[in-house]
């Protein structure tokens, strides 16, 4: 059997593995690098950290559905000064290049914490674009004047590529994909959890305290694949993380096929932490099936009707 190459190209970036450990779902990296075997991953993403600590959502805040979950955690952080004074020694052992996530309430404070995860040792920056603005309260993404402000300010605070990681519910992805592209994102994540929302019966209250929160799993899929597709479309140079539902090798082709370079891995590694490695052979055993020898072959790939 042929040889296969599963490095890819993220921005400037060439990864070792199109798989990459999403924020959110592997708290700081280290915590989870003690257990899963990170040599199958380009990357991981830590959890999102804002300029100031984030207490995030009172309990119940993270339900279980019958596919995938449905989670409001606020987006609980202890603030970039702590997380950079915890996080710098140990960044440059873990085995796995780590990326910094950035959320905040308004461009200075994203570019502020673009700034200090640099000094860490972060070997990216990815832009959380579905953090609410504090003004109004409306997703950064939602809006493509404040998604380029965001873009601008962090790329002008870090010499890192910086990554702009957008919502599915934008009600105009096109445009925002393409304002941050413009700003000059090195890459797209598409994308974030789907607003949703569950009952528990039994109380009659909402699964999670904040009534409306983040779906992710499975069945979020297609839904970010729709994403992933029509903006490879749209930008035929840009590099794509496709994200949302990914379980198997499979899923991991379909993803490259409709447009991706590289995905990130969220809800099964919550469920199975040492879930790269199965998938890796998934994606080797694909690949073959395919005639495929490198990532490269597959990405954008898709043929129409």
């Known amino acids: ?36 075997d990170v040599t199958r991953f380009g990357a991981a993403v830590a959890k999102s950290v804002a300029p100031e600590p984030w207490s995030g959502r009172p309990a119940p805040r993270l339900a ?75 997703m950064f993404s939602f809006d493509s004047r404040r998604s380029r402000e965001v873009i601008e300010a962090v790329i002008a605070a870090t010499t890192l590529p910086v990554g702009a990681k957008l919502s599915p519910n934008t009600p105009d992805l096109i445009d925002v994909a393409g304002t941050c592209l413009g700003a000059g994102a090195a890459f797209l994540v598409l994308t974030n959890t789907a607003l949703g929302f569950g009952v528990d019966t039994r109380t009659r209250r909402p699964l ?48 490259l096929m409709a447009g991706a370079s590289a995905v990130e891995l969220g809800t099964v590694l919550l469920a199975e932490p040492r879930a790269g490695a199965r998938i890796t052979r998934e994606l080797i055993a694909a690949m073959a099936h395919l005639g495929a020898t490198s990532v490269s072959d597959l990405v954008r790939s898709v043929e129409p009707w």
């Open 1 to 36: 059997m042929a040889s296969i190459d599963l490095t890819t190209p993220v921005g400037p970036m060439r990864l070792r593995s199109p798989l990459i450990a999403a924020s959110g779902t592997v708290g700081s990296v280290w915590e989870w690098a003690d257990v899963a």
């Open 64 to 138: 279980p559905l019958a596919t995938g979950m449905i989670n409001g955690v606020g987006i609980q952080n202890p603030g970039i000064e702590t997380w950079v004074q915890d996080m710098t020694p140990r960044l440059g052992g873990l085995g796995v290049p780590v990326w910094g996530s950035v959320v905040a309430g308004d461009a200075a404070g994203f570019s502020l914490v673009a700034k200090e995860l640099a000094s860490a040792g972060v070997t990216a920056v990815e832009v959380n674009l579905s953090c609410p603005n504090l003004d109004d309260g409306i």
């Open 208 to 255: 999670i305290s904040g009534g409306v929160g983040g779906y992710s799993g499975p069945g979020l899929k297609p839904l970010a694949l729709r994403c992933v597709h029509e903006v490879a479309v749209e930008f035929p140079d840009a590099t794509i993380v496709g994200c949302g539902g990914i379980i198997t090798g499979d899923d991991v082709v379909e993803y």
